[in-house]
C-alpha cells in the first residue's frame, strides 16, 4: 500500500472541500457576518493540507484495488474531520463531538443535527452547513471522475462502494459517461429546485440551501421548524417533487429526459418506490384523519410530505410527526429503513434490494412446493445475479441487526426506546429525524456524547453501505 | 519542481498556518477587549442607573410615610434627596441608550413616575391623607409599584443584553484559542507528513543509491533502482544508473 499515492488523492479531495470553504468565506464576507475568520482559517489549513501532497506525489498511472477502497474511505474520514473545523472554530453550541455528528451528518447526507437554534448561526456558517450535503452527494461523483482514469480494474470495487453495487448493474453505459450522467442530473435537479423554490416565495440564500439538502437528500434546513417555517403548500409541493426524483436512479432520469426507451415509467424498481409511497401516505393520511387529527386535506399535506421526506431519506419536517399515532409512526419507520432507489443519492436498505428480498422468499416458497426446479430472480426481465442476491441478502441482515444492536447501545446510554431505535434507524439510513426526543422538530443535542459518536459510525456504514467501512478495518484479508 | 521549492513549500505552509493562526488569535482577543469595553459601556452603567433609581424610590416611598405619620419636614426632606436621586439615575440612564428599543423603556419610566410624583407634590400632611392607609395602599404604593415595574423591566432588558454580551464573550474566547489549537494540531500532523515525504522521496532513495553503488563495487551487481520523480533525485538516479551501465559495458 502506498501511502503516499493515497495522500495525493485524499488531497484532492481536501482541495475540492477547499472550494466550498472559500464559496462559504465569501457568503459570510458578502453578508458581513461574524464567521468570517472561522472559515478563512478552515479554508487555509484544508488548502494547505490538500495542496501539499499534490507537490511532493507525482500523478500516478495506476492505483490498485486495496488502495482505491483505502481512498475512498479515509477520504470520507479526513472530510468529515476537516468539515469539523469551520464549526469548532466557530464555538457556541459545537463541542467537538458535536461538530463531528454534525459534519458526518452533512457529508453523508443524513440531516440530523445537535443544533437547538440553528437561526442564530450567520449566513457563511449555514452555507457550509448545507454544502456538506452538496459535497457528499455530488464529490463522490467529482472524485470519481478524477481519481477513476487511473483506477484499472479498481474502477469497479471503487464504484461499487461509493455508488452502491446495484446502481453498477442497472446501468448501461460506460462508468465515465454514467458519471457525467450523473453530474449532469445532480447540478439540474439543484438548479431546477432553488428557481422554483425562489419563485414560490423563498429567498434566493435558503432556495439553494434547501435545494442542496433535497437533491442530496440531506435534510438541513435553514430554519429550526425545517419546512414547517414557511407554512406553503407551493414550496412543500415543489420539495416534494424534488425529494421524489432525488430518490430516483439518476441514470434512469437522465434516460427519461433524454428520451431514451429505458426510462422511469418502464423501471420496476421506480414503480415500485412510487407506489410504495402512495400507499405509505394513503395509510397515513387516513389514519391521522380518522383519529382527529387534521383536517383531510392537511392530512393528506402532512403524510404527503413526511413520508416522502422520510422514504428518500431526506428528513425536511413540515409537521410534528412524533405525535402522530402509533400506526403513522410505524409506516414512517418502515419508510425510514426502506427509503429509495439505488444509483441515487438516498441511504437506507433501498427499493432494489427490497425488491430482490421479495422475489427471493417467493422463489423459497416455489422452491418448497418444487425442490427440484430452478428459480431465478428478475427485475424488468433482466436475470439478477446470484452473487448480487446473497449480497442483497446479507445486507438487509446485517443492516438489521447493525439498527438493532445500535438501539440497544443506545438504551444502554439511557436512551429511551423509541429514541433510540428510530435514531438507529435514522442515522444508519441517512434519513435524519427519528422520534422521541430527535423527532423531525426537535434534535439530537440530548443524546449522550457517546451516543454521538455511535450515530456517526451508522451514519458512514450506512453511507458506504456497510461493506466498504467494515473493509478499513479488515486489511489483513487483503494481503 | 525542484527539491528545494518542494522543501521550502513544506516550511513556507508550516509558517503560514501558525501565522494565520496567531493573527486569528490576536485578533480576536481583541475583539474581546472591545467587547469587555461595550459589556461596561452598554449595560453596565444602565444597570448602575436603574439601581440608583430603585433606590431613589424607596426613598420617596419612605418619606411618603414619614408623611402620612405627620412627620412633614422629615417627610419632605427625604422625598427631596429621592427625587433628586432619581433624577440622577434617569439622566444617566437617558444618556446611555445602547440597546436598540431602550428609550421606549426611559420613556415609560418617565410617564410612571411623572404619575407617582404628583402623589407627594400635592400636600398629604393636615389633609384627608394624613394616617390614611387605604389611601396609601391603594393609590400611593400602586403607583410606586408601577414605577418600579418599569425600572425593572429596565433593568431586565439590560440583564439580558449583558448575558447576550456575556455569552458572547465566550464564544470570542474560544474563537481565540481554538486556531492556536488547531495550529498546533495541524502543525503536528504536517510536520508528520513532510517528514515522510521527506523520507520517502529523498532520504530512502539516498540510502538505496549508496546501498547500490556499494552492491556494484563490490559484486557488480547492477544497478536496478528507478525513480518516482522528475526532480534533482530523480535525474540523479538515472544519471548513475547510466554512468554505472557505460562503466560495465567498458
Redesign the interface.
Known amino acids: 500500500m502506498r501511502i503516499h499515492v493515497i495522500s495525493r488523492y485524499v488531497g484532492l479531495v481536501l482541495l475540492f472541500n477547499a472550494i466550498f470553504l472559500f464559496l462559504s468565506f465569501l457568503v459570510s464576507v458578502f453578508n458581513s457576518d461574524a464567521a468570517v475568520y472561522p472559515l478563512l482559517y478552515s479554508f487555509l489549513i484544508t488548502f494547505l493540507f490538500g495542496i501539499f501532497p499534490l507537490i511532493f506525489v507525482p500523478k500516478t498511472d495506476f492505483i490498485s484495488k486495496e488502495e482505491g477502497f483505502f481512498i475512498v474511505i479515509l477520504s470520507w474520514l479526513i472530510i468529515c474531520f476537516f468539515g469539523t473545523l469551520p464549526f469548532i472554530l466557530w464555538g457556541g453550541e459545537f463541542t467537538f463531538t458535536n461538530a463531528w455528528f454534525e459534519s458526518v451528518s452533512g457529508y453523508t447526507t443524513t440531516g440530523s443535527s445537535i443544533l437547538t437554534n440553528i437561526e442564530v448561526l450567520p449566513k457563511g456558517m449555514l452555507f457550509w452547513r448545507s454544502a456538506t450535503h452538496f459535497i457528499g452527494g455530488v464529490g463522490i461523483i467529482v472524485f470519481a471522475m478524477v481519481v477513476l482514469p487511473n483506477l484499472g480494474h479498481a474502477r469497479f470495487v471503487l464504484l461499487r462502494s461509493e455508488l452502491s453495487p446495484l446502481a453498477g448493474s442497472n446501468f448501461k453505459f460506460q462508468t465515465r459517461k454514467v458519471l457525467h450522467i450523473l453530474l449532469y442530473v445532480y447540478g439540474g435537479l439543484t438548479l431546477a429546485e432553488t428557481i422554483c423554490l425562489h419563485i414560490f416565495g423563498m429567498d434566493l440564500f435558503d432556495a439553494l440551501l434547501h435545494s442542496f439538502a433535497t437533491i442530496a437528500t440531506g435534510g438541513f434546513s435553514t430554519k429550526n421548524l425545517s419546512i414547517a417555517f414557511y407554512d406553503s403548500p407551493a414550496i412543500e409541493t415543489v420539495i416534494i417533487i424534488f425529494m421524489i426524483l432525488s430518490g430516483m436512479h439518476f441514470g434512469l432520469l437522465f434516460a427519461t429526459i433524454t428520451g431514451l426507451s429505458f426510462n422511469i415509467f418502464k423501471s420496476s424498481v421506480a414503480k415500485y418506490y412510487v407506489f410504495a409511497m402512495l400507499a405509505g401516505i394513503i395509510l397515513v393520511a387516513a389514519n391521522l384523519y380518522i383519529n382527529g387529527y387534521y383536517s383531510l386535506p392537511d392530512s393528506i399535506r402532512f403524510s404527503a410530505f413526511q413520508v416522502i421526506s422520510l422514504g428518500t431519506s431526506t428528513g425536511f419536517a413540515n409537521a410534528d410527526s412524533a405525535n402522530w399515532t402509533g400506526f403513522a409512526r410505524m409506516i414512517l419507520i418502515f419508510f425510514t429503513l426502506q427509503c429509495a432507489c439505488a444509483g441515487s443519492t438516498s441511504g437506507g436498505i433501498k427499493v432494489d434490494r427490497i425488491i430482490i428480498f421479495i422475489k427471493s422468499i417467493k422463489n423459497q416458497v416455489l422452491m418448497l412446493r418444487h425442490p427440484r426446479g430452478v428459480f431465478t430472480v428478475k427485475i424488468d426481465n433482466n436475470l439478477v445475479e446470484e452473487d448480487i442476491i446473497r449480497n442483497a441478502l446479507v445486507f438487509i441482515v446485517l443492516y438489521v441487526l447493525i439498527v438493532f444492536l445500535s438501539a440497544l447501545v443506545l438504551a444502554g446510554f439511557g436512551v429511551d426506546s423509541m429514541t433510540a431505535l428510530s435514531a438507529s434507524a435514522a442515522t444508519m439510513g441517512n434519513v435524519g429525524p427519528g422520534f422521541g426526543e430527535v423527532s423531525s422538530m426537535a434534535n439530537f443535542s440530548t443524546i449522550p456524547n457517546a451516543g454521538k459518536w455511535l450515530l456517526t459510525a451508522n451514519m458512514l456504514l450506512g453511507r458506504l453501505e456497510i461493506y466498504g467501512f467494515i473493509s478499513l478495518f479488515m486489511l489483513k484479508r487483503w494481503r | 519542481?525542484g527539491i528545494r521549492l518542494?522543501i521550502l513549500?513544506?516550511f513556507i505552509?508550516l509558517a503560514?498556518?501558525l501565522l494565520?493562526?496567531g493573527l486569528?488569535s490576536i485578533?480576536?482577543l481583541m475583539n474581546i477587549g472591545n467587547y469587555v469595553q461595550k459589556l461596561l459601556d452598554d449595560n453596565y452603567k444602565s444597570i448602575e442607573a436603574t439601581g440608583t433609581m430603585l433606590d431613589a424610590l424607596e426613598k420617596e416611598d419612605s418619606g411618603i410615610l414619614l408623611l402620612l405619620m405627620g412627620k412633614w419636614e422629615e417627610g419632605r426632606k427625604v422625598i427631596k434627596e429621592g427625587d433628586d436621586l432619581f433624577k440622577k439615575g434617569f439622566l444617566s440612564a437617558e444618556n446611555n441608550i445602547t440597546i436598540h428599543g431602550e428609550n421606549k423603556y426611559i420613556e415609560k419610566i418617565g410617564v410612571d413616575y411623572d404619575i407617582y410624583k404628583k402623589t407627594w407634590e400635592r400636600p398629604i400632611v393636615g389633609t384627608d391623607k394624613e394616617g390614611n392607609i387605604d389611601w396609601y395602599y391603594n393609590k400611593s404604593r400602586m403607583e410606586f409599584l408601577q414605577v418600579k415595574k418599569s425600572v425593572k423591566q429596565l433593568l431586565g432588558k439590560n440583564q439580558e443584553t449583558m448575558y447576550k454580551t456575556g455569552s458572547e464573550l465566550?464564544?470570542r474566547a474560544?474563537?481565540a484559542v481554538?486556531?492556536g489549537i488547531?495550529a498546533i494540531i495541524?502543525a503536528v500532523?504536517?510536520t508528520a507528513?513532510?517528514s515522510?515525504?521527506i523520507n520517502?522521496?529523498f532520504a530512502i532513495p539516498v540510502v538505496q543509491i549508496t546501498k547500490g553503488i556499494e552492491e556494484y563495487n563490490s559484486t557488480g551487481k547492477e544497478f536496478t533502482m528507478t525513480s518516482?520523480?522528475?526532480d534533482e533525485m530523480g535525474r540523479l538516479i538515472n544519471s548513475i544508473k547510466n554512468l554505472l551501465q557505460r562503466l560495465t559495458y567498458k
Open positions: 519542481m518542494k513549500a513544506g505552509i503560514i498556518m494565520i493562526a486569528i485578533h480576536e465566550k464564544n474560544q474563537r481554538m486556531p488547531v495541524g500532523v504536517f507528513l513532510f515522510y515525504f520517502h522521496y518516482e520523480t522528475k
